[in-house]
């Protein structure tokens, strides 16, 4: 056997050796890049998931429940006689209970240790009633076995002796301590409400009769102040009142038969006699009725277990149209099924609370037609609820007269699927709506947070801007990429992409100062425009065609569209010239008038049609650039395959290249479109950023995106205001994501669909 040594073996090739020793190198490269590609690709959708979960973290508590939290039950304070009214300070320390014998009784919330107890100035008269008249400022109005009415104010004093906090009941008298002479007997039930200068009393008696009577206060030009006690009204309703309800502003009146449940609504007229508006009917007998927040909506619970909200508004169509009714507005059930005993509701919200015969206790909140929260608070029924000012904590007193406060944690109560995609019916609207309005001058505004107005806008606008966008980005690209020459494309192409480069705030500018009163001014000529254009240039090119040869020829081949420049200039000047004869034949010289006479059609001076145009001019060379990358990028001997094979340019355009670039032009159409929905300037500067749910041309829109840069810098940060500006970025962030799907799935089957050309 043979053996072979190193020195036997054949020599290799230096180029070889000097090639293997280059691939080491190149190699580790190569590897290199992909790990940097893919670790890039991986931080991408890594960053994308961070974000929509920290999206998701901060919308999340929005449809969170509430949360209560039970202090120690404990028996009221008393002197032994009827608790009528029970009520908390802000701080959820302190509590008062108001007793038939004029006794109130401060307290502890945590350990029921009695801290105050005064006596009110009714010497040996009894209370039959306290009502409040100003919840904002504590001041209630106590109904005495005489007839008289004692007004009266809680008081609490905050200091801070050794660094820790103390607080101080007392009662005030802003009335004086003597009682103001009212009725000749005990009311069965009593309203009172005060303004700056007025203070009106209503009671009835038990005959169904209602008594009225006001004072109002008077200052003189030397700052002395005079009481002016107008005579007693008295009037007999259509029902028998025995429980009685007064607007804050005194302009109307809720008279309730709790046993037929009826009530009879009246509009108050000052020093005239009240007039009846209506008389509705709830489903079952009244068990006990609330005012809301805000002094519109009243609240009414039935032994059926309903709860029912009621406002005025005013009737639409037929012969009772404008009229003003009560309207029955929403139901809300208790899912105990208990007979109701009380309501509570919050100072400063629509939120309200229902006790039931079993000690549970319901939460509510009206605007978002929801049921929040259930929790059994005591053993015995429910005979009064409270809120503290800060509705943190709720107070459920029980008729064996054991008291139980629990701390309630209940952040965003406003919001639910219903009330941000579906119609809500708003205090002060005569039927249900989409609205957002989320902010007030008025403290007592019942805030508007349904988000299809701002979805409805950012669809529209994107929708008007695609409209004018595609024609003009996809025919251009396919003249620029097929039958333009090179020369020339060398100047178009890059003169449209540098006009992606042009701020968004600077197209909202020009749009918002310039272009919107120049449409206000000449709508007829747009309108000639938007009609004439399309059709000029392609009669342009009909003509062009039937010109004599020599004329033609002239014209060096792909530079046709540079004689179609003066053309379109020549047209959209001939428009806007005929554009106001045209305009006095047709529309008696205002268009914009005969539009809303008689199409019913409203203007709006910054309107879709001017996003459309703007957004369209930013739009524009996204969509350009790509499809005309994608349709130059077609090989070349597929077109000279099919011209040679005796197929004419244009069916060489439709038949193989537009198929082949299809999947390029769809993803430069959804990029397209994607900006277009994520824009904010144009938006933003170029209409009237008013929520409306219309689609009409000639209205303005808020978009989501428009949205969040308006108020965010004015919203409280952890408010549900915030969190549903996060909730506006995360819809914009799923919009994106489907648009985004939608393009990749469709431009996929499209490539393999034509893969085979």
């Not at 991986?42 to 509430?66: H, K, N, Q, T």
């Not at 030009?221 to 502003?249: A, C, I, R, W, Y």
């Amino acid at each position: 056997m043979t053996e072979v040594t190193a020195s036997d073996a054949p020599a290799q090739p230096r180029s070889i050796v000097a090639g293997n020793a280059g691939y080491q190198p190149r190699y580790i490269k190569d590897r290199l890049a992909k790990v940097v590609v893919l670790i890039g690709g991986v931080g991408v959708i890594a960053a994308l998931l961070l974000i929509f979960v920290y999206l998701l973290s901060e919308v999340a508590p929005l449809f969170a429940g509430a949360e209560f939290k039970a202090r120690q039950p404990f028996p009221v304070p008393s002197d032994g006689s009827t608790s009528l009214y029970v009520a908390a300070e802000e701080q959820g320390e302190v509590g008062m209970r108001v007793g038939a014998s004029g006794e109130l009784d401060f307290f502890d919330l945590h350990s029921g240790q009695a801290r105050n107890a005064v006596h009110l100035p009714i010497a040996e008269l009894q209370i039959k009633q306290v009502v409040d008249v100003a919840p904002e400022r504590a001041l209630l109005a106590a109904g005495l076995s005489d007839g008289s009415v004692l007004m009266f104010q809680q008081e609490y004093k905050v200091t801070y002796p050794d660094d820790k906090r103390l607080i101080t009941p007392n009662v005030l008298y802003p009335k004086g301590e003597k009682p103001l002479a009212f009725m000749d007997q005990a009311p069965m039930h009593l309203a009172v409400r005060e303004s700056d200068d007025a203070l009106l009393l209503v009671g009835s008696d038990p005959a169904g009769d209602i008594s009225l009577k006001s004072f109002e206060v008077t200052t003189s030009l030397m700052g002395d102040s005079e009481v002016t006690e107008s005579p007693l009204q008295k009037f007999t309703p259509p029902l028998k009142p025995d429980l009685l309800l007064l607007e804050p502003g005194m302009h109307w009146l809720y008279a309730i038969d709790k046993a037929a449940g009826k009530i009879a609504f009246y509009r108050l007229n000052g020093g005239e006699m009240p007039k009846l508006i209506d008389v509705s009917e709830a489903k079952a007998a009244i068990v006990d009725a609330h005012y809301l927040a805000g002094g519109i909506s009243i609240v009414t619970a039935q032994t059926d277990g309903r709860i029912s909200q009621w406002f005025p508004a005013r009737r639409k169509g037929g012969d009772d149209d404008g009229k003003t009714y009560l309207a029955h507005v929403r139901d809300f059930t208790l899912k105990t099924g208990a007979k109701p005993t009380v309501i509570g509701s919050e100072p400063r919200r629509r939120g309200f609370a229902v006790g039931d015969e079993q000690g549970n206790v319901s939460l509510f909140y009206a605007t978002s037609g929801r049921l929040i929260h259930e929790e059994k608070m005591l053993e015995a029924p429910v005979r009064a609820l409270a809120f503290n000012p800060r509705a943190q904590l709720l107070m459920a007193l029980g008729d064996d007269g054991k008291l139980v406060a629990s701390d309630v944690h209940n952040e965003h109560p406003e919001i639910s699927l219903g009330a941000l995609w579906g119609k809500v019916w708003y205090e002060s609207y005569d039927e249900p709506n989409f609205l957002w309005q989320s902010s007030s001058a008025s403290a007592d505004f019942e805030a508007k947070f349904s988000m299809a107005p701002l979805a409805l806008g950012t669809l529209k606008g994107a929708f008007y801007a695609m409209i004018f966008a595609i024609p003009i980005a996809v025919l251009g690209a396919i003249f620029t990429a097929n039958f333009m020459s090179p020369e020339m494309r060398q100047v178009v192409k890059p003169a449209v992409e540098v006009l992606a480069a042009l701020p968004s705030v600077i197209l909202g500018f020009l749009a918002g100062l310039w272009l919107a009163p120049f449409v206000e001014s000449n709508l007829p000529g747009m309108f000639l425009a938007l009609l004439l254009l399309p059709l000029s240039i392609p009669t342009f090119g009909y003509l062009w065609l039937h010109m004599p040869r020599a004329i033609r020829l002239r014209v060096p081949m792909g530079w046709e569209a540079a004689l179609l420049m003066p053309v379109i200039g020549f047209v959209i000047w001939l428009c806007f010239v005929l554009a106001k004869p045209m305009e006095a034949l047709l529309f008696a010289g205002n268009m914009q008038s005969w539009m809303d006479h008689t199409l019913g059609i409203g203007y709006d001076q910054r309107n879709a049609l001017v996003v459309g145009i703007a957004m369209g001019v930013a739009v524009i060379p996204v969509i350009f650039s790509i499809a005309e990358d994608a349709i130059f990028s077609v090989p070349r001997h597929l077109s000279l395959g099919s011209l040679a094979l005796g197929a004419t340019p244009w069916q060489t355009l439709v038949g193989v290249v537009m198929p082949t670039a299809s999947p390029g032009i769809f993803s430069a159409i959804m990029i397209g479109l994607g900006r277009a929905v994520g824009e904010t300037m144009i938006v933003l500067m170029a209409t009237g950023n008013t929520a409306v749910t219309n689609f009409s041309l000639f209205s303005g829109m808020r978009t989501l995106a428009a949205n969040v840069a308006v108020e965010m810098p004015e919203s409280e940060v952890g408010s549900t205001h915030f969190r549903l500006l996060f909730l506006s970025g995360l819809v914009l962030f799923l919009f994106t994501f489907f648009f985004n799907t939608v393009a990749e799935v469709v431009r996929t089957r499209l490539r393999r669909k034509y893969s085979s050309l």
